[in-house]
């Protein structure tokens, strides 16, 4: 028997040993582990510690994609929600932490230019205070979590609830 493809593929970013690095790899195993099982039959999640552009070109036509990260340029703490081609078209200084070789920007219109179109989808980030080596999060960025968490749910759903 053949599994059904997913309809959306979640691209979960950053690393847990780098502070608030970290955070998206916290709220979306939470998020994970409450959807409703039909939910999550339609999900695929890859671990992407450093977004790539070989992680956007991998979306498949039709599936959706759903990167969450952490983010800086923002109030540490605050969630963001933007459409991908939305984030490609940035130019004010918010910067995803887990796009190093590349900016986000570019990482996105690369994967637009090698597919022929931005795959549909959205980015949720929470803002980043610390950084540096250890597991814990900044305080901010630990009061944010619950906000984080529902935004990531709250793109799911829409970005399944447009596949249905």
């Known amino acids: 028997m053949t599994a059904r493809p997913a309809d959306l593929r ?3 970013c950053g690393a847990s040993d780098r502070g608030d ?4 790899l916290a709220a979306i195993s939470r998020v994970l582990s409450e959807l ?11 671990r992407c510690p450093e977004l790539g552009v070989l992680d956007v070109i991998a979306v498949k036509a039709g599936e959706a994609c759903l990167v969450v990260d952490t983010v800086a340029g923002i109030e540490p703490g605050s969630v963001i929600r933007l459409s ?3 984030l490609a078209n940035r130019s004010d200084g918010l910067t995803v932490r ?3 070789a590349l900016s986000v920007e570019d990482t996105l219109l690369i994967a637009e230019t090698v597919c022929g179109a931005m795959p ?22 630990t009061a944010g979590l619950p906000a984080f968490r529902e935004a990531i749910r709250t793109a799911i759903g829409d970005l399944l609830r447009v596949r249905s």
């Open 10 to 12: 979640i691209l979960v």
């Open 21 to 24: 690095d970290g955070a998206a």
């Open 36 to 46: 409703p099982d039909a939910v999550r039959s339609r999900i695929e999640v890859r």
């Open 84 to 86: 991908l081609t939305d």
């Open 98 to 100: 887990s796009a190093h």
């Open 120 to 141: 549909e989808g959205s980015f949720v980030g929470i803002g980043g205070r610390w950084f540096g080596y250890g597991e814990r999060f900044s305080r901010v960025v």
